[in-house]
Nanobody, 125 residues
Framework: QVQLEESGGGLVQAGGSLRLSCVVS????????MGWFRQAPGKEREFLAA????????SYATSVKSRFTISRDNAENTVYLQIMNLKVDDTAVYYCAADENTLLTSVSARLYDYWGQGTQVTVSS
């Protein structure tokens, strides 16, 4: 059974930074393209970033491309999301997801097969 567990969220002031982590267990991590999404209260789940199996290809939502960086460590079965210059509008639950079929990156939540429970990020002004 594939399990994803996010960590690294919390309360941070606007302008600060965070690094979210997502550890994958129960499967072969290097066979999954990985993605990060977020969902704010009353809003739909939003794609943020994705990374290919090898880590050589990445995709970003235009709205976050200048501040978010996705990376992965296949030896540690972990994908990361570095967030710089946090804004109040970044407040949301952040989810990582694994896609076992896509060779490069996926931006659609419907294509992901496994999801974590999410980690809350709250940005204060």
């Amino acid at each position: 059974q594939v399990q994803l567990e996010e960590s690294g969220g919390g309360l941070v002031q606007a302008g600060g930074s965070l690094r979210l982590s997502c550890v994958v267990s129960g499967g072969t991590f290097s066979r999954y393209a990985m993605g990060w999404f977020r969902q704010a209260p009353g809003k739909e789940r939003e794609f943020l970033a994705a990374i290919s199996r090898s880590g050589q290809s990445t995709s970003y939502a235009t709205s976050v491309k200048s501040r978010f960086t996705i990376s992965r460590d296949n030896a540690e079965n972990t994908v990361y999301l570095q967030i710089m210059n946090l804004k109040v509008d970044d407040t949301a639950v952040y989810y990582c997801a694994a896609d076992e079929n896509t060779l490069l990156t996926s931006v659609s939540a419907r294509l992901y097969d496994y999801w974590g429970q999410g980690t809350q990020v709250t940005v204060s002004s």
